[in-house]
Nanobody, 127 residues
Framework: QVQPIESGGGSVQAGMSLRLSCALF????????MGWFRQAPGKDREFVAA????????FYADSVKGRFTISRDNAKSTVYLQMNSLKPEDSASYHC????????????????????WGQGTQVTVSS
């Protein structure tokens, strides 16, 4: 059983920073590409960022590029999402997801490419 567990959400003012963490339990972390998605009330879940399990290549949604950074620590089986210069429109439930892929250079970006999902952690940004 593979289970991502998120932590680090909270309430901050616009312009501030938060770091989300996601620990992957149950399997060898190195075999999984990892991603972050978010869902605001009344909206569809949207892709935020992803990182390969090989070289750690990253990809970001345009809305967060230059402000958010995804990284991973394979020794700790943990992926991070550093969020800087937060905006009210970043408010959402942030979900970590894991994708087991045979290609260690491929960056998954679609929801159906990820087989394992966390419960989410809430981020609220006030103006």
């Amino acid at each position: 059983q593979v289970q991502p567990i998120e932590s680090g959400g909270g309430s901050v003012q616009a312009g501030m920073s938060l770091r989300l963490s996601c620990a992957l339990f149950g399997r060898t972390f190195n075999d999984y590409a990892m991603g972050w998605f978010r869902q605001a009330p009344g909206k569809d879940r949207e892709f935020v960022a992803a990182i390969t399990w090989g070289a750690g290549t990253t990809f970001y949604a345009d809305s967060v590029k230059g402000r958010f950074t995804i990284s991973r620590d394979n020794a700790k089986s943990t992926v991070y999402l550093q969020m800087n210069s937060l905006k009210p429109e970043d408010s959402a439930s942030y979900h970590c997801a894991a994708a087991r892929l045979s290609n260690n250079t491929y960056i998954p970006r679609r929801e159906n490419e990820f087989g394992y999902w966390g419960q989410g952690t809430q981020v609220t940004v006030s103006s």
